[in-house]
Nanobody, 126 residues
């Protein structure tokens, strides 16, 4: 059974930084996934994908976080990271890591080949 466990969320002031971690365990590992992503969902809003990491190492970011967020992974530690800088109140959300098995799926994929973590809350206050 695959488990994704996020950590690193918390409360921070505007302009601050946080680094989220997503540790994989069970039958999954960071190098075995085709793609890994970070999503977020703010209260009353739809879930959005903010950062995307291909197995080859390529990355893609939502316009709203481009230049401020960095997605990376450590295969030896089986951990995915999201470094977040220059945080604003608009970044307040529950952040989820996701991992695609076999292929990279679209942002709105809801099938059983995408594993999800339980989420970690990020709150940015002014």
């Amino acid at each position: 059974q695959v488990r994704l466990v996020e950590s690193g969320g918390g409360s921070v002031q505007v302009g601050g930084s946080l680094r989220l971690s997503c540790a994989t365990s069970g039958s999954g590992s960071t190098y075995s996934y085709a793609c890994m992503s970070w999503f977020r969902q703010a209260q009353g809003k739809e879930r959005e994908r903010v950062a995307f990491l291909y197995g080859s190492g390529g990355t893609n970011y939502a316009d709203s976080v481009e230049g401020r967020f960095t997605i990376s992974k450590d295969n030896a530690e089986n951990t995915l990271y999201l470094s977040m800088n220059s945080l604003t109140p608009e970044d307040t959300a529950m952040y989820y890591c996701a991992a695609d098995r076999g292929a990279c799926y679209s942002f709105n994929y809801r099938g059983n080949l995408r594993d999800w973590g339980q989420g970690t809350q990020v709150t940015v206050s002014s």
